[in-house]
């Protein structure tokens, strides 16, 4: 737990990525993002929001999330991740 709560947030969302890059490509596809989703809000219907999020991370427009793209996007939207930086405080 130590080690988690001393985190930089850009170390927490390359964890975050790597705990769900599950073929590890260095790539999140839409299902790792849906179940992403899920785990982080609970819910697994927000096909809509998930479109959302690759739509707005997708920098490189190849229908997937690279770990930089997703570390970019977590430090420029931290409510990405908002459960796990807020577990910090």
Do not use: C
Not at 4 to 22: G, H, P, Q, W
């Amino acid at each position: 737990m130590f080690v988690y709560l001393t985190r930089t947030k850009e170390s927490v969302a390359e964890f975050a990525f790597d705990l769900f890059d599950d073929d590890n490509n260095q790539k999140l596809t839409r299902t790792e993002i849906t179940k992403m989703v899920k785990a982080v809000y609970g819910v697994d219907s927000l096909q809509e929001h998930v479109r959302k999020i690759i739509d707005g991370m997708d920098e490189g427009h190849d229908g997937a999330i690279s770990k930089s793209e997703f570390v970019h996007a977590a430090k420029k939207f931290p409510a990405l991740l908002f459960p796990a930086f807020d577990m910090q405080v």
